[in-house]
């Protein structure tokens, strides 16, 4: 890979609700880039047309960057995140003995412990270090890839939710690392409950798991909960 500072990075968003995206546009275009080659790539889906992954992969399919960042609409970034992915990465891709990296984001688990940092609507901060971390699992809030990562977000499972895990576990099997990273934005997420639709996508991403692991264990911790993937775990 080129070194970070000359690679350019896009910022694909399923855009759900507009005011939230005015925010975050606003605050991508206050990022300091220094020497990156930043750009802003909106997925439109006021209408619910796509589901996450669908809409997501269209702007993975359409970016020309070395880095695609996916972010949730009612994320804001402050104006040094930038320079912190930057310096995040160089530390990722120096460490001796890591397999590459897939996916890293602010948030993350592994076990049962969470990795990362974020602050919510309120403005109180959650740290999790020490940082970088290899973790799991990433939350949704912010997923940063190469953009020619040999994989994409799985359209069969549908929804709004755990699409990062899944990309997470693709990418383990497929050898690659992720890691929780400090390079904190603001997730101004509203509900905390589990909409019935979680429940709907996270049966399908246990049936899609059951059988054909080899790396990751029978479950993974994510920022919402453990999943196991013992048999019958997909149907109760
Ligand atoms: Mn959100």
């Not at 974020?118 to 912010?142: H, I, K, M, W, Y």
């Not at 990273?181 to 509900?191: F, K, L, N, V």
């Amino acid at each position: 890979m080129k070194p970070i500072a000359g690679r350019s990075v896009t910022f694909v968003t399923c855009v759900a609700d507009l005011a939230r995206y005015q925010r975050l546009r606003l605050s991508l275009e206050l990022l300091r880039n220094g020497a990156l080659a930043v750009e802003s790539d909106p997925v439109e889906n006021l209408s619910n047309r796509y589901t996450a992954a669908q809409a997501l992969n269209i702007g993975w399919n359409r970016a020309r960057s070395d880095i695609v960042v996916f972010c949730h609409d009612d994320v804001i970034f402050p104006p040094a995140w930038l320079e912190h992915l930057q310096s995040m990465i160089a530390v990722v891709e120096e460490a001796p003995g890591e397999a590459p990296w897939a996916v890293l984001g602010p948030m993350g688990r592994r076990g049962k412990q969470f990795f990362g940092r974020a602050s919510g609507q309120n403005g109180a901060e959650s740290f999790f270090g020490p940082l970088p971390a290899r973790v799991e699992t990433l939350d949704e809030l912010c997923l940063i890839v190469p953009r020619n990562l040999p994989l994409r977000f799985d359209e069969g499972l549908g929804g709004f939710h755990l699409y990062g895990v899944d990309l997470c576990i693709q990418a383990a099997e497929a050898g690659f690392s992720c890691f929780a990273i400090d390079a904190r934005c603001q997730h101004d997420s509203e509900t905390r409950h589990r909409p019935p639709e979680y429940h709907a996508v996270k049966r399908r991403l246990q049936r899609k798991w059951m059988f054909r692991r080899r790396n990751i264990g029978r479950s993974v911790g994510t920022t919402c909960g453990r999943i196991r993937f013992g048999l019958f775990e997909g149907w109760i």
